[in-house]
């Protein structure tokens, strides 16, 4: 083979890559205003005035500080849960026990704060090391599972969350609960011991730039390190990555270890940050929407905040619908469930990818015969 040659089949195989690009991104695009679309002609036929409520749904977290602020506020936990997932589902298995060790994370983050006899910020850093380990724990019991028994992670991890949410119950009503309140909470947490404000009259608190930090951090980490390599190796193709000497049992189970714990690291944000006390009768569920934002973001760690804010945005823009208008917030599980089946179809767009690269195949093919 000449140096021509192989300068050609490179050229190639970088276009292919680039239209493969595209079409992830034109078929994600396209779901998403799709699922729009749809949820506008809903909103046109149920509505009595469907003008105010399409207004209030797209531009009502636009319309003040505070609600804008609530869209931020929201995108923290989203965030968390979505780098955890995207992490695991890096190795291709779909471990959901970052629904549990967000809740886990959440009610530790408490117990430690209520309960401390240290400062302020100690208390925090114990928090947070608490919910780390605790998800930790909690990733590794489906990975073992499933490498040394071939038990499902799927499975496995939806069942070890409800022995975690009656786990979580059990802690909060012996341990942490305030009997002398009238309303289902724990005990208040001490003055200070709280993420603070990151910006006035609102909820919105440090826990942003926490988050942010670590989304750059999981990308450098997966993109540009040895480790990193193994975990996209092992995805891509166990087999391969077995034979190019990379560790692919030890990867695997690290991978959800590391996923898990991102997420009981966000329990703990999320309660340091917006509560007092812990509120909480059942999981937020903010683990499972983690499989819409790795969805949206395509397991790329960068999008996964671009992916958190446009949830968010539009959580926030049902909210404000539900408030002032005649629709019912649940109308954004139709855009949820309409963007999983479209990115998840397989053949959505896939004539249009295949017709691309067949032209630059041909192209390259001609101008080899030519030459």
């Not at 679309?37 to 003040?64: E, F, N, R």
């Not at 923290?76 to 890096?90: D, N, Q, R, V, Y």
């Not at 400062?119 to 947070?128: A, E, H, I, S, Y």
Request: with cysteine; hydrophobic share 50%; aromatic share 10%.
């Amino acid at each position: 083979m000449t140096a021509t040659t192989s300068q050609k089949q490179n050229q190639v195989r970088r276009k292919v890559k680039g239209i493969e690009s595209r079409f992830e991104f034109l078929r994600t695009l396209m779901s998403i205003l799709i699922a729009m679309a749809i949820i506008l002609i809903m909103v046109l036929l149920l509505s009595d005035d469907p003008t105010h409520a399409i207004k209030q749904l797209i531009l009502g977290p636009l319309t003040s500080r505070r609600r804008f602020a609530n869209v931020l506020e929201l995108l923290i936990p989203l965030t968390f849960t979505g780098l955890a997932i995207t992490i695991t589902f890096k190795v291709k298995r779909f471990n959901l026990i970052s629904e549990g060790s967000f809740y886990l994370g959440a009610i530790l983050a408490c117990v430690i704060g209520v309960n401390s006899p240290f400062t302020p910020p100690v208390t925090l850093f114990l928090g947070m090391v608490a919910a780390i380990v605790a998800g930790c724990l909690l990733g590794y019991i489906p990975a073992l599972l499933n490498e040394k028994f071939g038990a499902s992670e799927l499975v496995t991890s939806l069942m070890l969350n409800y022995v975690v949410g009656y786990l979580v119950l059990y802690i909060f009503n012996n341990v942490v609960r305030d009997t002398s309140s009238s309303s289902l909470q724990s005990l208040p947490l001490p003055d200070g011991v709280d993420l603070g404000q990151l910006l006035e009259r609102t909820r919105l608190h440090w826990g942003l730039v926490i988050v942010l930090i670590l989304v750059v951090l999981a990308y450098v980490v997966i993109y540009k390190t040895k480790w990193g390599y193994s975990l996209r190796a092992t995805g891509l193709n166990e087999q391969f990555a077995h034979y190019a000497g990379v560790k692919v049992t030890t990867t695997i189970i690290l991978a959800q270890v590391i996923g898990s714990a991102i997420a009981g690291l966000g329990g703990a944000t999320e309660m340091f940050g917006i509560y007092d006390s812990f509120k909480w009768s059942e999981s937020p569920g903010y683990g499972f929407d983690g499989v819409i934002i790795a969805t949206l973001a395509r397991n790329n760690p960068l999008y996964v905040p671009l992916a958190a804010f446009f949830l968010a945005y539009l959580r926030t823009g049902a909210d404000i619908l539900n408030r002032t208008s005649d629709i019912p917030a649940e109308i954004i599980s139709v855009v949820q469930a309409i963007i999983i089946l479209l990115i998840a179809a397989k053949a959505f767009l896939s004539k249009w990818k295949q017709q691309q690269i067949v032209k630059v195949s041909t192209a390259a093919h001609l101008e080899e015969e030519e030459a």
